[in-house]
């Protein structure tokens, strides 16, 4: 039996509990705890209720799974330089800049 929460709004789509991300993801269920640690390298997205319940929605897993892709990378370096350009830096220390 699938054990899961719905949202309210049926676009949202079903929240899994643990097990089901690691049946998906196709590891241990400890590995899955380990990246939702502050410390985790490679942070998988999810939400904690009640303090440690944690679930996780399908949608946000395929897609953090499309941003860990290789073919994704140029993309990543796109996106880095956009953040830069917005917080003012284009990649120059500011300090440097001022002088």
């Avoid at 049926?10 to 939702?36: C, D, F, H, Q």
Wanted: net charge positive; hydrophobic share 40%; aromatic share 8%.
């Amino acid at each position: 039996m699938r054990e899961c929460l719905e949202f309210e709004s049926p676009s949202a789509g079903p929240l899994w509990n643990i097990r089901e991300v690691a049946r998906y993801l196709r590891m241990p269920v400890g590995s899955v705890y380990k990246m939702t640690g502050p410390k985790a390298k490679y942070r998988i997205p999810h939400l904690r209720l009640r303090g440690r319940l944690l679930r996780f929605r399908q949608r946000d897993i395929d897609r953090w799974l499309d941003l860990l892709l290789v073919s994704n990378s140029d993309l990543m370096v796109r996106v880095r330089q956009q953040a830069l350009k917005v917080r003012g830096t284009d990649g120059q220390d500011q300090r440097k800049a001022a002088a």
